[in-house]
Nanobody, 124 residues
Framework: QVQLVESGGGLVQAGGSLRVSCAAS????????MGWFRQAPGKEREIVAA????????SYANSVKGRFTISRDNAKNTVYLQMNSLKPEDTAVYYC?????????????????WGQGTQVTVSS
């Protein structure tokens, strides 16, 4: 079992950057493919980015391609989401999740463990 804790959220102006982190405890993250999801008020939770167990393969939602980068440091048991050129529509609670898979997973129901989320607010 793994416990996930997100950090690094906050308030940023449109066009700015923010990096959120997901630290794991319990079982090492190298056993899991990882994903970042987000949920805005009144909307369903959606995939933002996913990364394979090794970090060699990634997948992004079309809405964030070219602006966001997912990465991982298995030695530090941490996954990151670098967010650039932020837009007000990126405002949401961002969650990291772990899936017992080698390849990137984009379906929410395939994830086994979830963090509590971190709020990202982008002002216009």
């Amino acid at each position: 079992q793994v416990q996930l804790v997100e950090s690094g959220g906050g308030l940023v102006q449109a066009g700015g950057s923010l990096r959120v982190s997901c630290a794991a405890s319990g079982r090492t993250l190298s056993y899991y493919a990882m994903g970042w999801f987000r949920q805005a008020p009144g909307k369903e939770r959606e995939i933002v980015a996913a990364i394979s167990r090794s970090g060699g393969s990634t997948s992004y939602a079309n809405s964030v391609k070219g602006r966001f980068t997912i990465s991982r440091d298995n030695a530090k048991n941490t996954v990151y989401l670098q967010m650039n050129s932020l837009k007000p529509e990126d405002t949401a609670v961002y969650y990291c999740a772990a899936a017992a898979s080698m390849v990137p997973i984009t379906r929410l129901s395939d994830y086994d463990y979830w963090g509590q989320g971190t709020q990202v607010t982008v002002s216009s």
